[in-house]
């Protein structure tokens, strides 16, 4: 507690010679507490540029001075994570933060010997199985907002059947609308995100196919290109993605400026707006509002307080959104928007309604889960309550990894 004290009041010395909100210069030599930042990607990349905005927004509210902030970039999934933490360490950070799934095993092992430190393992879901007191999770109800970004991409679909702007390419042999999407790994944080936007989109054009092809990375411009490229050359009228870059959305610009297919096939992004490399194509993007934890968890570490294990928020609290809408979205789109985040802040609408999908031909009416969250590791969880799969509930990271009816995963060409 004495060193905690301490390190509380080296901030607020430092907080009063910078001045609220201020730019001026901490002196060099800063030795107040810190705050370890590892990023899998940099502002190159939209999920890791998404964090960093969310980070500076927090640390800007907060207070706190950027000589606080230690960013350690582009780390990759590997033992280098266990040494920039141990790094970070060594350097004064007392709360030391990954932003990437597979950073968390590494995490782990530096949360296991460095007990006086906070780790969080953002997308993980070790925290409370590892016993640790000191390792934690989050991850935002993404799948939130991925219903509402298909909710967009349905209206678009509705817009162009009605209009006769449909191809024949764009139909399936079921007679289904065809829809692509570029997924990064079939884990179920992907799973989960791109059920959430086929059932947002089936929410107002039920007669959809959706296709999904992986790049088995998490930001690859070339492969999200071309997989972007391949759905569209079969047919798929909408695009949408897990994957970090911003290949698809510019390859399917380029495809409509040069009617490379015979028609007009449109994006829906994730982490940040598409609109300026696909401004005649991009409907909106899919995101989280990082700023939300980021606030959360700083303020607790400066007030000493511990960071829940599992955090996990949505709509309800701002945690997730959607960007701007694009100048090709169908008419009336806003007020589907609007009344879809409506219902899900009321609970009128449960993402996973278990009526609105069937597995293998069948409604489900149980679906057991890997959703452990707690040291006893209890991954057989009945997620299936009340008509509904309770997605994120029971941990933070996702655990929806079904495979439901009208959504084919396909091999990359």
Same mark, same amino acid.
């Given at each position: 507690?004495?060193?905690?004290?301490?390190?509380?009041?080296?901030?607020?010395?430092?907080?009063? *010679?910078?001045?609220?909100?201020?730019?001026?210069?901490?002196?060099?030599?800063?030795?107040?507490?810190?705050?370890?930042?590892?990023?899998?990607?940099?502002?190159?990349?939209?999920?890791?540029?998404?964090?960093?905005?969310?980070?500076?927004?927090?640390?800007?509210?907060?207070?706190?001075?950027?000589?606080?902030?230690?960013?350690?970039?582009?780390?990759?999934?590997?033992?280098?994570?266990?040494?920039?933490?141990?790094?970070?360490?060594?350097?004064?950070?007392?709360?030391?933060?990954?932003?990437?799934?597979?950073?968390?095993?590494?995490?782990?092992?530096?949360?296991?010997?460095?007990?006086?430190?906070?780790?969080?393992?953002?997308?993980?879901?070790?925290?409370?199985?590892?016993?640790?007191?000191?390792?934690?999770?989050?991850?935002?109800?993404?799948?939130?907002?991925?219903?509402?970004?298909?909710?967009?991409?349905?209206?678009?679909?509705?817009?162009?059947?009605?209009?006769?702007?449909?191809?024949?390419?764009?139909?399936?042999?079921?007679?289904?609308?065809?829809?692509?999407?570029?997924?990064?790994?079939?884990?179920?944080?992907?799973?989960?995100?791109?059920?959430?936007?086929? *059932?947002?989109?089936?929410?107002?054009?039920?007669?959809?196919?959706?296709?999904?092809?992986?790049?088995?990375?998490?930001?690859?411009?070339?492969?999200?290109?071309?997989?972007?490229?391949?759905?569209?050359?079969?047919?798929?009228?909408?695009?949408?993605?897990?994957?970090?870059?911003?290949?698809?959305?510019?390859?399917?610009?380029?495809?409509?400026?040069?009617?490379?297919?015979?028609?007009?096939?449109?994006?829906?992004?994730?982490?940040?707006?598409?609109?300026?490399?696909?401004?005649?194509?991009? *409907?909106?993007?899919?995101?989280?509002?990082?700023?939300?934890?980021?606030?959360?968890?700083?303020?607790?570490?400066?007030?000493?307080?511990?960071?829940?294990?599992?955090?996990?928020?949505?709509?309800?609290?701002?945690?997730?959104?959607?960007?701007?809408?694009?100048?090709?979205?169908?008419?009336?789109?806003?007020?589907?928007?609007?009344?879809?985040?409506?219902?899900?802040?009321?609970?009128?609408?449960?993402?996973?309604?278990?009526?609105?999908?069937?597995?293998?031909?069948?409604?489900?009416?149980?679906?057991?889960?890997?959703?452990?969250?707690?040291?006893?590791?209890?991954?057989?969880?009945?997620?299936?309550?009340?008509?509904?799969?309770?997605?994120?509930?029971?941990?933070?990271?996702?655990?929806?990894?079904?495979?439901?009816?009208?959504?084919?995963?396909?091999?990359?060409?």
């Amino acid at each position: 507690m004495k060193k905690l004290l301490a390190l509380l009041l080296a901030l607020l010395m430092v907080l009063t *010679l910078t001045g609220c909100g201020k730019k001026e210069e901490v002196e060099e030599g800063y030795n107040g507490p810190k705050i370890g930042l590892i990023m899998v990607g940099d502002e190159n990349e939209g999920y890791t540029y998404a964090h960093m905005l969310g980070i500076r927004e927090a640390a800007k509210k907060l207070n706190i001075p950027d000589e606080a902030l230690i960013w350690k970039y582009n780390v990759p999934e590997d033992q280098t994570t266990y040494d920039m933490a141990t790094d970070l360490v060594e350097n004064g950070a007392t709360l030391v933060i990954s932003n990437s799934y597979a950073h968390q095993s590494f995490m782990q092992q530096a949360a296991g010997e460095n007990p006086e430190v906070t780790f969080v393992a953002l997308t993980g879901d070790n925290g409370a199985p590892s016993g640790l007191s000191n390792l934690k999770n989050a991850f935002p109800h993404t799948y939130e907002s991925r219903y509402v970004s298909g909710v967009v991409a349905g209206m678009k679909i509705k817009e162009l059947a009605e209009n006769g702007e449909l191809v024949d390419a764009n139909f399936n042999e079921e007679g289904n609308v065809k829809v692509g999407y570029v997924g990064a790994f079939p884990y179920a944080e992907v799973v989960s995100g791109y059920t959430a936007f086929y *059932l947002g989109i089936r929410s107002i054009y039920p007669d959809v196919t959706m296709y999904v092809e992986y790049t088995n990375s998490w930001f690859d411009l070339t492969a999200e290109a071309t997989i972007g490229d391949d759905l569209m050359s079969k047919g798929c009228v909408i695009i949408g993605q897990h994957a970090d870059s911003t290949g698809a959305p510019s390859r399917l610009q380029g495809n409509m400026e040069n009617n490379t297919y015979g028609f007009t096939a449109y994006s829906v992004g994730y982490n940040v707006s598409m609109l300026d490399v696909a401004p005649d194509v991009a *409907l909106t993007s899919a995101g989280n509002v990082w700023e939300k934890y980021y606030t959360y968890a700083f303020d607790c570490w400066l007030k000493g307080e511990e960071i829940m294990t599992d955090w996990s928020e949505g709509y309800e609290t701002g945690a997730v959104e959607i960007t701007p809408l694009g100048k090709a979205v169908a008419p009336g789109t806003q007020e589907a928007v609007d009344a879809a985040v409506a219902a899900i802040k009321d609970g009128s609408l449960k993402v996973f309604d278990a009526s609105t999908f069937t597995i293998g031909g069948e409604t489900p009416t149980s679906m057991v889960a890997d959703a452990f969250s707690d040291p006893a590791f209890t991954p057989e969880t009945e997620a299936l309550i009340d008509g509904y799969f309770h997605e994120s509930e029971f941990r933070s990271a996702p655990y929806f990894s079904f495979r439901i009816d009208g959504i084919v995963e396909l091999t990359s060409n």
